[in-house]
């Protein structure tokens, strides 16, 4: 039972133009999503974040939209640049409870052409 | 503030044989979560641990177990191995308490992994 998803597994965007990752979920229980990027052999690191409370969070070229009724997420990255090229996770947590568990998507890579 | 650290970084072992994997969290976290990622299914939560009590367990076969340490170090182990158990195995620290009153900047970090193949 797949709760978190990422229906596109790879996206290819040219540099400078914007590159946007989509991210849908099933469980109405999720409270705060986040979005990581990951190189090989390398962990994931933490990119931008959202509570449920908000439709919107920015940080520098990254923003990511929440729609709540549709279960949807999105993270816009303007410009793209080459060095954005990774995979992109999505993940979910259930903030209030009593846990740090997340709930990833399978991932997007992204490909940005120079 | 060194980041997470896991060790060893690779590992090849056969079926049927164990291993000990483990992860030393950012100094000062109390939360450690372990993560199972393979091709095709992203990143699977096998358990988390916060002040040496095991709080959160996925959904795994018993033959992954973990524990943590009073200095907050993790390990993790996988017993009798099989080929599937071949993957990226991912260690995660939180600052974050457990308790709805908790901060909310406090994502979980991770460490760069152990690669585990199982021949």
């Known amino acids: 039972d797949q709760q978190v998803k990422q229906n596109s597994p790879s996206l290819s965007v040219q540099e400078g133009r914007i590159s946007i990752l989509n991210c849908d979920y099933t469980n109405s229980m999720f409270d705060y999503f986040l979005w990581y990027k990951k190189y090989p052999a390398e962990g994931p690191t933490f990119l931008i974040s959202?509570?449920?409370?908000?439709d919107k969070n920015e940080d520098g070229r990254f923003t990511v939209f929440l729609n709540k009724s549709a279960k949807h997420l999105s993270l816009h990255i303007v410009p793209s640049q080459p060095g954005d090229s990774a995979v992109y996770f999505c993940a979910a947590r259930n903030y209030g409870g009593a846990t740090n568990k997340l709930i990833f998507g399978t991932g997007t890579l992204l490909a940005v052409q120079p | 503030k060194a980041g997470v650290t896991q060790t060893p970084r690779y590992l090849i072992k056969t079926r049927g044989q164990q291993v000990t994997l483990s992860c030393s969290p950012i100094?000062?976290?109390?939360?450690v979560s372990w993560y199972q990622q393979t091709p095709g299914q992203g990143l699977q939560f096998l358990f988390e641990?916060?002040?040496?009590?095991?709080?959160n367990k996925g959904n795994f076969p018993g033959r992954f177990s973990g524990r943590q340490f009073s200095n907050s170090r993790s390990e993790m182990n996988v017993s009798t191995l099989e080929l599937g158990d071949s993957a990226l195995y991912l260690c995660?620290?939180?600052?974050?308490?457990?308790?709805?009153?908790?901060?909310?900047?406090?994502?979980?970090?991770f460490g760069p992994g152990t690669r585990l193949t199982v021949l």
């Open positions: 995660a620290s939180s600052g974050r308490g457990l308790g709805i009153l908790q901060t909310i900047n406090n994502e979980q970090f």
């Open positions: 641990y916060f002040s040496e009590t095991q709080r």
């Open positions: 959202i509570s449920s409370i908000k």
């Open positions: 100094s000062g976290h109390r939360s």
